[in-house]
T-cell receptor, first 120, second 112 residues
Framework: GAVVSQHPSRVICKSGTSVKIECRSLDFQATTMFWYRQFPKQSLMLMATSNEGSKATYEQGVEKDKFLINHASLTLSTLTVTSAHPEDSSFYIC????????????????FGDGTRLSIL | GESVGLHLPTLSVQEGDNSIINCAYSNSASDYFIWYKQESGKGPQFIIDIRSNMDKRQGQRVTVLLNKTVKHLSLQIAATQPGDSAVYFCAVPNTGGFKTIFGAGTRLFVKA
């Protein structure tokens, strides 16, 4: 259980193109999804947190107009890199958490397999 | 701010030996800890977690130890196999649990 599907796995496109990445929770409802960016040999850098039906919360330094996030349903969040440039090339990873209640509401995130974005 | 660190960037072990990966965290109020494994070109995969009311938890070939006194946790992998080669991250939810702070990662190399 707890499978997260991320699509596409790899994108190569020209500078100025907008690219949409989808993140789906396949067997659970994800009230919260996270978008990360990872540079080679580095840890995951959180870009934004999206909650179903509300605006995403962006981390400091992440451009909202550059990285558009939509979480329109409990199983789908999308990240659109608008007018992508070579410096946007990176490995983008989404993750999802389902809603739980109780004292120990902490639980692991379930990650997609990432999208390798290359802007020429 | 809250931080999570790892003691070593790389660890090389012989196949069949046990591996120990260490992690330190800064927030003494942290009550939940997670280990993830990330293979090359893939997203992180959940391995094991532990809550602060425990000091040890075992899974299949993996054990996590938590020492709240010194704010340290470790991941032990028994009889390390080539398939265990990956980057291992410890992770701790921030205050409020709204997001997770990841350590820098330790790359485990398994020598045949």
């Amino acid at each position: 259980g707890a499978v997260v599907s991320q699509h596409p796995s790899r994108v190569i496109c020209k500078s100025g193109t907008s690219v949409k990445i989808e993140c789906r929770s396949l067997d659970f409802q994800a009230t919260t999804m996270f978008w990360y960016r990872q540079f080679p040999k580095q840890s995951l850098m959180l870009m934004a947190t999206s909650n179903e039906g509300s605006k995403a919360t962006y981390e400091q330094g992440v451009e909202k107009d550059k990285f558009l996030i939509n979480h329109a349903s409990l199983t789908l969040s999308t990240l659109t890199v608008t007018s992508a440039h070579p410096e946007d090339s990176s490995f983008y990873i989404c993750s999802a958490k389902s809603h739980t209640t109780g004292r120990y509401s902490n639980q692991p995130q379930h990650f997609g397999d990432g999208t390798r974005l290359s802007i020429l | 701010g809250e931080s999570v660190g790892l003691h070593l960037p790389t660890l090389s072990v012989q196949e069949g030996d046990n591996s120990i990966i260490n992690c330190a965290y800064s927030n003494s109020a942290s009550d939940y800890f997670i280990w993830y494994k990330q293979e090359s070109g893939k997203g992180p995969q959940f391995i094991i977690d532990i809550r602060s009311n425990m000091d040890k938890r075992q899974g299949q070939r993996v054990t996590v130890l938590l020492n709240k006194t010194v704010k340290h946790l470790s991941l032990q992998i028994a009889a390390t196999q080539p398939g265990d080669s990956a980057v291992y991250f410890c992770a701790v939810p921030n205050t409020g649990g709204f997001k997770t702070i990841f350590g820098a990662g330790t790359r485990l190399f398994v020598k045949a």
